[in-house]
């Protein structure tokens, strides 16, 4: 079956503008995360999606970072009035959010460039 | 705070052999790991898990180990082949649905 799908693979934008990143999870996962790759660094929680409502936000670095998931299904991360920290891989990941199977798939990743 | 890390940054060993990769992690109430394998340009791609009632779990070529008196966390590879030549995270969660925290990853470069 088709795995996590993200888009676009890359992003190039100006310092200043607002971007959004979209993520379509594996069907029929009801748990959906966001992280945030930095060039050889780990993996950094950002928030965490179960159906439409956000449990944990915790990871959002600030304000400007934003994020929604509607029907149980997509979810679209946004940054506004991006900054050159903000320049890193953007990885989403579903599971089923159940007890008994937590593996998280992670999809591709959005490469976003703010220059 | 609560940290899962690697000891190793760069793993170099040849073709056939075996390979070992730790972690340590150090929030006692993780009751879940796993490991993931990132390839360059690609997302982490699942390789095996353990929960914290068991303190092994085999896969096809790959062992996890969890020694939970130590908070450690070892990967075994056996028989090494180039295309294990990746990025190896393990990462650790408490609860149902929640957030994983990962460590840095530790690379592996297998050598012909």
């Known amino acids: 079956g088709a795995g996590v799908s993200q888009s676009p693979s890359n992003k190039v934008t100006e310092k200043g503008k607002d971007v959004e990143l979209r993520c379509d999870p594996i069907?029929?996962?009801?748990?959906l995360y966001w992280y945030r790759q930095s060039l050889g660094q780990g993996l950094e929680f950002l928030i965490y999606?179960?159906?439409?409502?956000?449990?944990?936000k915790s990871g959002l670095p600030s304000d400007r970072f934003s994020a929604e998931r509607t029907g149980g299904s997509v979810s679209t991360l946004t940054i506004q009035r991006t900054q050159q920290e903000d320049s890193a891989v953007y990885l989403c990941?579903?599971?089923?959010?159940?007890?008994?199977?937590?593996?998280?798939?992670f999809g591709p990743g959005t490469r976003l460039t703010v220059t | 705070g609560e940290s899962v890390g690697l000891h190793l940054p760069t793993l170099s060993v040849q073709e056939g052999d075996n390979s070992i990769i730790n972690c340590a992690y150090s929030n006692s109430a993780s009751d879940y790991f796993i490991w993931y394998k990132q390839e360059s340009g690609k997302g982490p791609q699942f390789i095996i898990d353990?929960?914290?009632?068991?303190d092994k779990r085999q896969g096809q070529r790959v062992t996890v180990l969890l020694n939970k008196t130590v908070k450690h966390l070892s990967l075994q590879i056996a028989a090494t082949q180039p295309g294990d030549s990746a990025v190896y995270f393990c990462?650790?969660?408490?609860?149902?649905?929640?957030?994983?925290?990962f460590g840095t990853g530790t690379r592996l470069q297998v050598t012909l």
């Open positions: 353990i929960r914290s009632n068991m």
């Open positions: 069907s029929g996962h009801t748990a």
């Open positions: 990462a650790e969660n408490y609860g149902t649905a929640s957030k994983l925290t």
């Open positions: 999606f179960q159906g439409n409502s956000a449990p944990d």
């Open positions: 990941a579903s599971s089923f959010g159940l007890a008994g199977v937590r593996v998280q798939y």
